[in-house]
């Protein structure tokens, strides 16, 4: 079946320092979703991203989908404490969705 | 709107036992789903709707039953609770052709 995996597992940064993980999938994906989960709570949705080479922002934030639709990134700018948290991504097989392992992002101020 | 709710938010049960854990949501969202959360595995699909009356099963549906009777409710049952289903239990729901999914709050079970 379907497979996607993150990397890094652990990403521990200073504050201001930038960060980046990335996903990879098995298979060519439909479209790909990034969602964040503070430590304690529940996954919540950042982006989708559906075109071939797309590339989104969101502030600090700057998403890529891979040209072959079977990769994707998370860039963070300049992180802050409120950065940290566990993101994980989410390709979409069928009518489901595939989620990986997840990116936990420790910030130090 | 609450959103997505859980109950409970913390169970113990002891191996054997069965329950059932509640979810509903007030956004008349077609598709709800059950995922469970392991340290180091993300997020994986237990049994998905994507109606009332329709269900399906995911990625790990081993020990779980389902039914959804209305659009709101989507509860999970535990047959013969086993400690490999500790776990943080997480419903979710999307409106059909939507985007996001909205997770609830989150149940954690512990099985000893």
């Known amino acids: 079946g379907q497979q996607v995996m993150q990397i890094p597992q652990y990403q521990h940064v200073q504050e201001g320092e930038d960060f980046t993980t990335y996903c990879n999938s098995s298979?060519?994906?439909?479209?790909i979703q990034w969602y964040k989960q503070r430590p304690g709570g529940h996954p919540v949705f950042l982006i989708q991203l559906v075109k071939s080479g797309e590339v989104k922002k969101q502030k600090r934030l700057t998403f890529q989908f891979g040209e072959a639709k079977k990769n994707s990134s998370l860039h963070i700018t300049a992180t802050q404490t409120t950065d940290v948290g566990t993101y994980f991504c989410?390709?979409?097989?069928?009518?489901?969705?595939?989620f990986g392992p997840g990116t936990r992002l420790s910030v130090l101020p | 709107n609450a959103g997505v709710t859980q109950t409970p938010k913390f169970q113990v049960l002891k191996t054997g036992q069965s329950m059932t854990l509640q979810c509903a949501q007030d956004?008349?969202?077609?598709?709800m789903s059950w995922y469970r959360q392991d340290p180091g595995m993300g997020l994986r699909l237990i049994h998905y709707s994507v109606g009332a009356g329709i269900t399906d099963q995911g990625e790990v549906p081993n020990g779980y039953n389902v039914s959804r009777s209305t659009t709101e409710d989507f509860p999970l049952r535990l047959l013969s609770a086993a400690p490999s289903q500790t776990s943080v239990y997480f419903c979710a729901s999307r409106a059909t052709g939507g985007r996001e999914q909205y997770f609830g709050p989150g149940t954690r079970l512990t099985v000893t």
């Open positions: 298979t060519t994906l439909s479209n």
């Open positions: 989410a390709g979409r097989g069928g009518q489901n969705f595939v």
């Open positions: 956004m008349n969202h077609e598709y």
